[in-house]
């Protein structure tokens, strides 16, 4: 299985010959080009345009983060399983209003109910949580005659406040208190977690659409712009709960994370490369974890239900097949 490389130096990445080796003050690391499916790139770090070409051939993919952890942006090879007729499909399901508005709420709804479960997990734990989950419901509810999609993403995110805010009572961490959701910068240590976990599930499904026929682009809930991917943000909407919540549970629950794993920057927070590094060996391991996949009849790891969350939606576009999203059981 190909694995995710993490560079927190500073340094200059290098090709020599079929290879890639990673130069520090501190001497020599070889990346195994065979193995690896995508670099995650945190400190400063120089690259050139032999290094450029030899990841393009070995379609690996760059994501860039700033000093405060930040995403930059991707270098995303040239498309080696383009599909003119999936694009047309895309773009065809997007600007048909009744179509976008169709795939939209179906992701919203995915996303929504898994942060449900989510609460329903908790609530089942004594954490008393029926009353959010009664207002989430009735939002949930009101969402079906909605239709366009800036309706559709306040209640999206009139949601989301709720939720987050029920942190606060899942946790009852006086050190990991929500108050609002904040970005750039992270303005408190959860909200750091948040920003950072999403940022790392952003760039993981983006890698993944750079294996099927899907154009990142044209996303269907989020708006498509000249200015960034969409549909990774859009596939990511679903996973959020089970996966990134998740993790911040557990990382706080198990006191993974403390007060030393953060930074003051600028007028806000950030995670420090070590807080950093605990959060991402998490993230790995729970991308690897296999879960019992009913229609399937196996397991299946996280980043594979990524992926076939992909191929449902290209099956949907296509008129193959209705799309359905994955709720976690």
Known sequence: MKQTVYLFSNGELKRKDNTLFFETEKGRNYIP?????ELYIFGEVTINKRVIEFLTENHIILHFFNYYEYYVGSFYPREHLNSGYILLKQVENYIDNNKRITIAKLIFQGAIQNIIKNLKYYNNREKLLNEVLKEISELLKKSENIDSISQLMGIEGNIREKYYNSFNT???NDNFLFESRTKRPPKNKLNALISFGNSILYTTVLSEIYKTHLDPRIGYLHESNFRRFTLNLDIAEIFKPIIIDKIIFSLINKMMIKEEHFETILNGITLNEEGAKIFLRE????????IKHHKMNRNVSYRELIRMELYKLQKHLIGEEEYKPYIHT
Do not use: P, R, W
């Not at 080009?33 to 499916?37: G, I, L, P, S, Y």
């Not at 993230?283 to 296999?290: A, I």
């Open 33 to 37: 080009v065979e193995n690896t499916k």
């Open 283 to 290: 993230f790995e391991e729970k991308m690897k974890t296999s």
């Open 170 to 172: 899942i946790l009852q």
